[in-house]
């Protein structure tokens, strides 16, 4: 008994000095920056968003968060980068509601549950459906029985195994499968396709297009939101012309490697929380740029929320 005493003493301090260390580590937690590596290219709404709250984050938590943009496949590349990562604290996923239809799609073969979520922290006003200024459709109606009519005459963008991907399949489903989907990539892209004219129709994030409606170069024809939007009051959304399974917000979360120090995951969860909830200047920048209001869910609601919307997006047919 005595000698199996002996043996288990070191065995406890080891194990002490290991809670301690790792107490310590969390408590001191971040060290040096971390990355945040943004799935998409520069430019966009999901880049926006890890960049401002990187901004009002760093004086909070005193260390830079380097923004890394790792773009291509609907954002699985990027999200596989942190699966794949250490769990230490010193990487960051910062992406969107695409990584379930990555999941859904066969893009990625791991999911949310894989990875260690922090929060949700932002949710899109909703996408506008657009097209050029000189192009003939005037109204989201015009459009949709042109579409049904001439399939695969009129183009639409899309991010194949992103949200982009799912939003076009639903509607194409209500057009009757009229569209003729052009993978062009994140919304900084589908942006210059359609500007361009190298598409025929586009749907990006409001604040990225406002601009460009306020100028004229480009025409929205109907928001993918639950409701009308304050910013474009005469466009309607998809509900309000008649389609009723068309619509979609995507919500901005971070997530670490599974196996991240919950003590880590914690304090990055609630010092976003409090930049969210209580940051006016952030939140000013929020409405000015993009139009969104402020959305913060923790971590065990962030699971609980994506977990819901996972059903909706695996239910549905691509």
Known sequence: ??????????????????????????ADWPQKPVKII???KAGGDTDFNA???AKYLEPELGVSLPIINVAGAGGSIGARQVFNARPDGQTLLFFHSAMLVNTA???????????????????????????????????IEELMAASSAKPGSIDLTTNIGATTYLVGSMINKAAGGGFNFVDVGGSSNRLTAVLGGNVDVSQNPLGQVLPYLESGKLRALATLASEKNEALPG?????????????????????FPKGTDPDVVAKLSSTAGKIIGENKAYAQEL??????????????????FLSREEKTINSFKF
Request: hydrophobic share 50%; proline share 6%.
């Open 105 to 139: 799609t066969g893009l990625a073969e791991f999911s949310f549950r894989d990875m260690t979520l922090a929060a949700i922290v932002g949710r899109e006003p909703g996408g506008v459906i657009v097209v050029k200024d000189d192009a003939p459709w005037k109204s």
């Open 51 to 53: 960049r401002l709250l």
């Open 235 to 255: 466009i309607p959304t998809f509900l309000d012309a008649g389609y009723a399974d068309v619509k979609f917000q995507s919500v901005y979360f971070m997530a």
């Open 287 to 304: 409405r000015d740029t993009y139009r969104q209001e402020p959305f913060y869910l923790c971590s065990e609601e962030a699971g609980s």
């Open 1 to 26: 008994m005595f000698r199996h005493l002996k043996l288990s003493v070191p065995m406890v301090f080891l194990a002490v000095a290991a809670f301690i260390t790792g107490a310590t580590q969390a």
């Open 38 to 40: 943004v799935p998409f």
